[in-house]
């Protein structure tokens, strides 16, 4: 993906690495600016609407979002599959291209890495509220209790993805400070302030940067690499037996896995786009994101967008060519034309045509192109969930089962409150932990540059 | 207890490996080097070894042995219920949470294993010989106990030779080796 030779160095302006240490932490040692406060603020609000609408959620119960009988999910679980595709992004960067030995990784894993934390965090907030009565949220997990002891499912695609984003969360959070670990070192050693020595010296855990701890560090880097990226497959595999398992017109095809996947990683690189761009401008670190890096995520972008192009004409091919009237209706009168016409249509404009802006150089080159094809890609990724989920519940089988859905005020809450947190949790991340691997940045600097090639 | 050590910081990675092998043909012992990112040759030259990869491994077997067995004594053992009229041990949905909780485990325990290996764990204090391997310097320490002055003397030319920017004789309280 990432040939040097062709397109420049990894790193560009032949720094020393003394040099990459003191640009990458200098966010963290001066001031934030005004920006910085207003987007706090913001987010902060955004979250305190969202504490409001669980608060709501969980004092009256889930009566107060938009779902009925019919559509038992609603918003709730389009965000939910949402956040995690967003959160599958870091991953797919960092050990997907950490196996593939890619060395453009390195100025944006931990950034994508942090995306990643925070976005299944807020997603796995929605399943929870979901069950009404959070308080029994306990009861999924497989313990030996005095009702029989009852054990859960373990046959249910419910169970499964319960266990598979705890997992998903426990190991992308681990992995992510594992590799913060040496850069937290650095900041340790070169500030001068003594309460924050104590508190990186005490998160570095005692990081020396000897030969010993660097193989055991190198090597379980590859051991979690290894095995997470079994884990990025199998996460988003397992949401879409969510759906898949269920026998809903539209939801019971064998596509839904790779499609699933192919989505979230495709809305991930999406959002680390969005966030790279504008790290890039704000904190002017052009020379470590450069434009080639840029490049490579929007190829990366148009290749995927044809592939979920081509999954949705597969999903409409394949539910013609059953001749399953419930399928054709559900494709044919209910998406690409009936009431949700207008998501179907936006979802294959904005995931499938819109980024084929991408072949275009110009548009590659150009950051507010790249923020609004990465915007875009987003907006249509939720439109996607929206149509899976929503078309397919509101007119299945039964006509007179048939409803149609609208959220309310709460459900938007909700979804506005996870926002806020995810932005929130990006702030605070650019504000107190260096923004790229600094010690990775060191490793690949002279790559391009100077002595070699 | 106080052990003495001759630090050689150097600045550019080339010299700095030139160093360790010129010391090594000289017999000395490396006590550690400290350098910012992984430099490869020197796994190579001090015989470094990470055997984290097999327990890893062993870790693995031990999360799928014990899942399956798990998922076999809640599901047919304690408590049998009929999902469906599947059997009592439908071995092929159980894969899945099985691959998920044997990652899991892979993880925590490799983890584990690494904290205490590495001796990294939060609240430690291990010894930093200089406060600049973790910014742009690569240092090499030698524990200058057991060697008389001659030799000491010998390390720190060589260092010098190599084109070491700064050697420094220094003590230091409480060093594990």
């Known amino acids: 993906m990432y040939n040097r030779k062709i397109r420049g160095p990894l790193i560009e302006g032949n720094k020393s690495i003394g040099q990459i240490t003191k640009e990458v932490a200098l966010p963290m040692e001066m001031q934030p600016g005004l920006w910085w406060y207003i987007a706090f603020v913001l987010s902060s609000i955004a979250a305190v609407f969202g504490f409001y609408a669980i608060y709501i959620t969980v004092y009256k119960g889930i009566g107060t979002w938009g779902v009925n009988n019919s559509v038992a999910w609603g918003w709730e679980i389009v965000n939910f599959v949402w956040w995690i595709g967003i959160g599958h992004a870091g991953t797919a960067f960092s050990i997907f291209l950490l196996i593939l030995r890619q060395k453009w990784r390195t100025s944006i894993n931990r950034a994508a890495e942090a995306m990643t934390v925070f976005a299944v965090m807020s997603a796995a907030l929605f399943p929870a509220l979901h069950m009404g009565r959070v308080w029994d949220a306990f009861y999924i997990f497989p313990y030996p209790n005095t009702r029989g002891p009852l054990w859960v499912n373990f046959n249910s695609p419910l169970f499964w993805d319960f266990s598979a984003i705890t997992a998903y969360l426990i190991i992308s959070a681990s992995f992510w400070y594992l590799g913060m670990l040496p850069d937290l070192g650095t900041i340790r050693d070169r500030t001068t302030s003594k309460i924050k020595k104590a508190v990186y010296g005490f998160f570095s855990l005692g990081w020396t940067g000897s030969s010993r701890q660097w193989i055991r560090f190198d090597s379980l880097s590859f051991i979690l690499g290894g095995i997470a990226a079994v884990l990025v497959v199998s996460v988003h595999s397992i949401v879409s037996t969510d759906f898949a398992v269920g026998i809903e017109p539209g939801w019971h095809t064998t596509i839904f896995p790779p499609f699933f996947v192919i989505g979230a990683i495709f809305s991930g690189f999406a959002m680390v786009m969005t966030l790279m761009v504008l790290i890039r401008k704000v904190y002017k670190l052009t020379d470590y994101i450069t434009d080639n890096h840029m490049d490579a995520i929007a190829r990366i972008l148009v290749f995927i967008s044809m592939i979920m192009g081509l999954a949705y004409l597969t999903e409409i091919f394949m539910s013609w060519y059953s001749g399953n009237q419930y399928e054709m209706f559900t494709f044919f009168r209910n998406r690409i034309t009936g009431d949700y016409a207008v998501q179907f249509w936006g979802m294959i404009v904005c995931n499938a045509l819109i980024p084929q802006l991408f072949w275009f150089r110009k548009v590659r080159r150009n950051w507010i192109g790249l923020l609004s094809v990465s915007l875009i890609i987003n907006i249509g990724m939720w439109l996607e969930r929206y149509n899976i989920v929503i078309t397919s519940l509101s007119k299945d089988y039964l006509p007179s089962n048939w409803v149609s859905y609208s959220p309310t005020i709460i459900d938007i809450g909700v979804f506005v409150g996870t926002i806020g947190l995810f932005a929130t949790g990006v702030l605070l991340f650019m504000r107190y932990i260096p923004m790229m691997a600094i010690s990775e940045l060191k490793s690949v600097a002279h790559i391009g540059n100077k002595k070699e090639d | ?177």
């Open chain 2, 1 to 177: 207890m106080a052990r003495t050590f001759k630090i050689g910081v150097f600045d550019d990675e080339g010299k700095f490996i030139s160093s360790i092998r010129s010391l090594q043909e000289q017999k000395f012992r490396i006590f550690d080097v400290f350098t910012p990112y992984p430099v490869h040759e020197v796994f190579h030259l001090l015989k470094r070894k990470s055997r984290l990869p097999t327990a890893a491994y062993f870790f693995g077997l031990f999360g799928i042995i014990s899942t399956l067995a798990f998922l076999y004594y809640t599901s047919v053992i304690n408590w049998p219920i009929v999902y469906g009229g599947k059997p009592f041990n439908s071995f092929p949905s159980f894969i899945i949470v099985t691959i998920i909780v044997t990652i899991l485990t892979v993880t925590i325990a490799s983890l584990a294993l690494f904290s205490a290996r590495s001796k990294l764990f939060p609240g430690r204090d291990n010894t930093i010989f200089d406060l600049r391997a973790t910014d742009d310097k690569f240092v090499i320490v030698i524990d200058t106990n057991s060697l008389d002055k001659s030799a000491i003397g010998n390390a720190g030319n060589i260092m010098e030779e190599q084109g070491a920017v700064e050697i420094i004789d220094k003590e230091f309280e409480n060093v594990e080796s």
